[in-house]
């Protein structure tokens, strides 16, 4: 043996680490769909060649080979590497654009008056999904704690505020709801909706989501976009609904935010 025994011990542990996982990985191709499915083809392939790579490294410890034999090993590790690092960004990828959709065009624009605006809502939504309905040349967003009361709405996109964090975005992580609302106004989006501040505050501190509320808006009217904050009535106490009203212009009636031609 060339080397001593434990880099032996090593580059063995190495080789059935790295086995176990190619094979463990091999045995899920096509156990999920997409973009999952992709990213374990991806990375079981890519730790096939690391374990043909680290086996070499195994014999290496016995014998001199010559210099092609070292180049094929590099090689093998280099396309492993590439493939694994390829794999996990894309599947990165895939998973944000799932979370925080971004429009598929531009919408014609015009019909929203840009800026931040407050409306109180009572225990009927009709309203509001009303003019959701009339904003359909306007791709709009919606940070929700109920995806599902927007279904059917080929124009609005959701994000899902939850703390179990599967699917959606934790309400303690209002970077990443920034995040997604200045991407959707960034790519065309003109509505931004946030339907539950009250969960927002819930879970962090009044002045931590009036900040994160006064960015969003910042950037919505930088943009031309519009950010509109939907309060349940009784939900926030009148001095946090009054620091928002500074900042967010109080509308009694939703359709006031369309513009009307001339």
Same mark, same amino acid.
């Given at each position: 043996?060339?080397?001593?025994?434990?880099?032996?011990?090593?580059?063995?542990? @190495?080789?059935?680490?790295?086995?176990?996982?190619?094979? &463990?990985? $091999?045995?899920?191709?096509?156990? &999920?769909?997409?973009? @999952?499915?992709?990213?374990?083809?991806?990375?079981?392939?890519? $730790?096939?060649?690391?374990?043909?790579?680290?086996?070499?490294?195994?014999?290496?410890?016995?014998? /001199?080979?010559?210099? %092609?034999?070292? =180049?094929?090993?590099?090689?093998?590790?280099?396309? =492993?590497?590439?493939?694994?690092?390829?794999? $996990?960004?894309?599947?990165?990828?895939?998973?944000? +654009? +799932?979370?925080?959709?971004?429009?598929?065009?531009?919408?014609?624009?015009?019909?929203? =008056?840009?800026?931040?605006?407050?409306?109180?809502?009572?225990?009927?939504?009709?309203?509001?999904?009303?003019? @959701?309905? !009339?904003?359909?040349?306007? %791709?709009? $967003?919606?940070?929700? +704690?109920?995806?599902?009361?927007?279904?059917?709405?080929?124009?609005? +996109?959701?994000?899902?505020?939850?703390?179990?964090?599967?699917?959606?975005?934790?309400?303690?992580?209002?970077?990443?709801?920034?995040?997604?609302?200045?991407?959707?106004?960034?790519?065309?989006?003109?509505?931004?909706?946030?339907?539950? %501040?009250?969960?927002?505050?819930?879970?962090?501190?009044?002045? =931590?989501?009036?900040?994160?509320?006064?960015?969003? !808006?910042?950037?919505?009217?930088?943009?031309?976009?519009?950010?509109?904050?939907?309060?349940?009535?009784?939900?926030?106490?009148?001095?946090?609904?009054?620091? /928002?009203?500074?900042?967010?212009? %109080?509308?009694?009636?939703?359709?006031?935010?369309?513009?009307?031609?001339?």
């Amino acid at each position: 043996m060339r080397v001593s025994p434990i880099f032996f011990i090593t580059d063995i542990v @190495l080789l059935v680490v790295i086995g176990y996982a190619a094979i &463990y990985s $091999l045995r899920r191709v096509h156990r &999920y769909g997409e973009p @999952l499915d992709r990213f374990i083809v991806i990375t079981a392939v890519s $730790l096939l060649l690391a374990t043909v790579g680290r086996f070499m490294d195994v014999l290496d410890d016995f014998w /001199l080979f010559p210099g %092609p034999y070292y =180049a094929v090993e590099y090689v093998l590790y280099f396309l =492993a590497i590439v493939g694994v690092a390829y794999g $996990l960004l894309s599947y990165i990828s895939s998973v944000e +654009r +799932r979370i925080f959709p971004i429009p598929s065009e531009e919408g014609a624009g015009g019909e929203l =008056a840009p800026g931040g605006y407050l409306y109180i809502t009572g225990s009927d939504e009709g309203d509001f999904l009303k003019f @959701l309905g !009339k904003c359909v040349h306007d %791709p709009v $967003l919606v940070i929700t +704690r109920d995806p599902w009361r927007y279904e059917g709405l080929e124009n609005v +996109r959701t994000v899902w505020v939850t703390p179990i964090g599967e699917g959606g975005v934790s309400p303690t992580r209002l970077h990443v709801l920034l995040d997604a609302a200045v991407e959707f106004m960034r790519g065309g989006g003109k509505l931004v909706v946030v339907d539950c %501040p009250e969960i927002l505050v819930l879970y962090n501190d009044f002045p =931590a989501v009036f900040k994160f509320l006064s960015s969003m !808006k910042d950037y919505a009217i930088s943009s031309g976009s519009t950010v509109l904050l939907l309060v349940e009535e009784g939900t926030l106490d009148e001095r946090e609904l009054n620091i /928002l009203s500074l900042e967010f212009t %109080p509308v009694r009636e939703l359709k006031n935010l369309l513009k009307t031609s001339s």
